[in-house]
Antibody, heavy 116, light 110 residues
Framework: EVQLVESGGDLVQPGGSLRLSCAAS????????MNWVRQAPGKGLEWVSYISSPSDTIYYADSVKGRFTVSRDNAKNSLYLQMSSLRDEDTAVYYCVTQQLGFDSWGQGTLVTVSS | QSVLTQPPSASGTPGQRVTISCSGSNSNIGSNYVYWYQQLPGTAPKLLIY???QRPSGVPDRFSGSKSGTSASLAISGLRSEDEADYYC???????????FGGGTKLTVL
């Protein structure tokens, strides 16, 4: 069974940094493209970042480009999102998501709150 | 402002057929597949339809998707109370080099 467990969410001040992690199990992590998708409280879904299985193709939403960095460690079955220069509008639940047919499997999400 | 446009709400009575529209442009729906996701209250989204009209294993055939030009739609037939959820369309956008979502449609079963 596919399991994705996000961690690292926290309350952080504007301008601060945070690193999210996603631990994957139950599937061959190294073969899957992965994404981060976020959802602000009471709002819709927003795609954040894409990383291919060998990490040779990476994309970011314009809203986070230059501030967020996605990476993965296939040996550790882990996906990461390094977030810096955080803004109020980055407050959201961040989901780690596999991509195969579509966004197939989602974690439970980790809450990032940016506030002074 | 979402790149893909969905109605904010839809409703129907049990047993009815409802459709949810999703409008985009040539750079997203017009040239790429459309995907639909269902988000039940308090849970993570779930893939409902992929590649315009394909259902993943386990998704009832009451759910169907279609696409024409730069628009797509999700149809739910034989509406059930457990279908009450938020529904999102998504597509890859060639101009943005990223995934784009619709703003979501809250479906109420009356």
């Amino acid at each position: 069974e596919v399991q994705l467990v996000e961690s690292g969410g926290d309350l952080v001040q504007p301008g601060g940094s945070l690193r999210l992690s996603c631990a994957a199990s139950g599937f061959t992590f190294s073969s899957y493209t992965m994404n981060w998708v976020r959802q602000a409280p009471g709002k819709g879904l927003e795609w954040v970042s894409y990383i291919s299985s060998p990490s040779d193709t990476i994309y970011y939403a314009d809203s986070v480009k230059g501030r967020f960095t996605v990476s993965r460690d296939n040996a550790k079955n882990s996906l990461y999102l390094q977030m810096s220069s955080l803004r109020d509008e980055d407050t959201a639940v961040y989901y780690c998501v596999t991509q195969q047919l579509g966004f197939d499997s989602w974690g439970q999400g980790t809450l990032v709150t940016v506030s002074s | 402002q979402s790149v893909l446009t969905q109605p904010p709400s839809a409703s129907g009575t049990p047993g009815q057929r409802v459709t949810i529209s999703c409008s985009g442009s040539n750079s997203n729906i017009g040239s790429n597949y459309v995907y639909w996701y269902q988000q039940l209250p308090g849970t993570a989204p779930k893939l409902l339809i992929y590649r315009n009209n394909q259902r993943p294993s386990g998704v009832p055939d009451r759910f169907s998707g279609s696409k024409s030009g730069t628009s797509a739609s999700l149809a739910i037939s034989g509406l059930r109370s457990e279908d009450e959820a938020d529904y999102y369309c998504a597509a890859w956008d060639d101009s943005l080099s990223g995934w784009v979502f619709g703003g979501g449609t809250k479906l109420t079963v009356l």
